[in-house]
């Protein structure tokens, strides 16, 4: 129930302390996970304190257990186990502290551990954050490489040594943070972040070397899987060995299977590509001499060709052939012109004999009416009718009689 107080009546910090007690106190047993933290067992004692640590988060609660609920499995559990607790919250007033009593406690089992993951791998996988298209290049030739490692470590050198072989003038921005345990992954998300945000960075590496399958969970965690998938820069897997396969290695761009392999794949050997230019120069220079060689070979054929040896000569040959068209074309024109004018002349004559006034000039005439109709037939005229006779030299009239 809400507790009504003022400035002018405020509530004592014993009486605020003692009904968060008693709200806790109602609170039943809950079972909760965690990596133990800060293990003391004082010799003599009969109470274990623990931390109790959220491997994702930067969140942790103290835990005590008598010794002998701690005994059972004190065999197989220690600092940086994951267990799953048993325990009742408890509020000590004096102090105003929150801490869990527990009552059992259970290491949790490499099994369980591979089956939480396999699960939370098909869970993201559903999500497309492994999806190929999501994968961004690497660059050719990274100016900055951005690179998270333990502090110290193999894998560091191993990358620096390396990537420095192959290209002595690349750059490196280390970010040295724990690399397993609980403050890994907390330290691992923000140095990514910080790196992803820092301008001239070209690519992350992520490195660290082998280890157990508890050693290299963080590298499964959730909130890392989902902090690398949200890079703009492209990120470079290099955790543990060749059978190791964290989550990290699904949602990186680029999976290397050491750290030795990350700087490889990352850096290009600066002999390697010295001799891949030379190599490319050398066939450069082959196809440039190759195309050289070509075309002067066209060009001394197409020199040696009698129109190139002497240009005018097609002309000389065409103005021939012309002249001797144009002279056939000149006595055709004739012959036809011969033939045309002795067709007319023949023609003239024919039109001339059987003419009208050829006729007439052999003694023959021609009777017409006064309408100019020519008389064919006796019966066309009447007695003493008036009709115009035409003659070879003129014409005439001429009366009907009987």
Known sequence: MAVNTSPEAPLPVGEVSRMIGGWIDRLGAVWVEGQITQLSRRPGAGVVFMTLRDPSHDMSVSVTCYRQVFDAVADVVGEG????????PEWYAPRGQLSLRAAEIRPVGVGELLARLERLKKAL???????????????????????????????????????????????????????????????VVQ???????????????????????EDLLPFSDEQLVRAVSQCRTPVVSAIGHEPDNPLLDHVADLRASTPTDAAKKVVPDVGEEFERVRMLRGRARRCVNASLEREERGLAHALARPCMEDPHRMVDERADHLASLAERSWRTLGHLLDRADSELTHTHARVVALSPAATL????????????HAVRDPEEVARG??????????????KVGE
Not at 81 to 88: I, N, S, Y
Not at 155 to 166: K, Y
Not at 361 to 372: E, I, P, W
């Open 361 to 372: 000039k052999r003694g023959y005439a021609v009777l017409q009416k006064a309408d100019g």
């Open 125 to 187: 996988a559903a999500e497309g954050l492994f999806a190929p298209e999501r994968k961004k290049p690497l660059p050719f030739l990274p100016q900055l490489i951005g690179l998270v490692c333990g502090r110290a470590s193999a894998a560091e050198r191993d990358v620096l040594e390396n990537a420095r072989h192959r290209w002595p003038a690349v750059r490196f921005e280390v970010r040295n943070v724990p690399v397993q345990g609980v403050h890994a992954v907390p330290q």
């Open 81 to 88: 186990a994951r267990v799953v607790v048993l325990a009742k």
């Open 385 to 398: 009718e008036v009709l115009r006779a035409r003659v070879a030299d003129g014409e005439f009239t001429v």
């Open 191 to 213: 140095a990514v972040k910080e790196l992803d945000e820092m301008d001239g960075v070209d690519v992350i590496v992520v490195a660290r070397g082998g280890g157990s399958v």
